[in-house]
Every structure is written in structure tokens, then in C-alpha cells.
């Protein structure tokens, strides 16, 4: 009897987390539509993802608002958002050169 029990409960808890897991992944998808990439607004280590040459992925922007570096904004703010590297003192939609801070 004891093991039809913990075997039911054992079945309920993988359930449990599987809705819970896809729950989670619908809310980043929902996330990530309502979002843009926008490059140069990232501070060092702080960048979801695409930190150029020499480095890996998400957290390894090497300086702060690097212009090859992306983080997720809401959509439409990312070119209000301030990158003192950024030609334009902006974000961008795509990555840039970067220019002396000012």
C-alpha cells in the first residue's frame, strides 16, 4: 500500500513541475515577443547575449554599453534608452562601433 502511495505522489509531483516548467517557458516566449534586442545598453556582464569576438554568450560583456553586446528592452525603447558609446548617445537595433564616451 505504502508504495502505490509514494508511487501516485512521485507521479502528482512530475506533473506538477512539468506544467510548471512549460508554464515558465510560455511566459519567456511572451517575454522575449514583447521584446527587442537592443545593442550598447548593456552594462559589463550584464548582456543577454552576442558579446562579439572573445567572448561566449549572456554575462560576458567585457565593458559596459559595449556596442556588439545586446540586452532585451521592451519593444519600441530601445532607441530612447541612453548608450554614451553609441553614435547616436542611443541603443540600437543593430551592434555598432563604439565611440569615446562623453
Known sequence: MTKTK????????????AVGGAATQGIAAD?????????GVALKGKN???AGKGTSCAGT????HQG?????VPDGTCVATAS????TGFGQLAEFKEVKAK
Open 61 to 64: 560583456s567585457r565593458t559596459d
Open 48 to 50: 543577454d547575449c552576442a
Open 31 to 39: 517575454k522575449a515577443a514583447a521584446s527587442e534586442k537592443c545593442f
Open 6 to 17: 509514494l508511487s501516485t505522489a512521485a507521479i502528482t509531483l512530475a506533473l506538477c513541475a
Open 84 to 87: 554614451p558609446k553609441s553614435p
Open 68 to 72: 556588439n553586446a545586446w540586452k532585451l
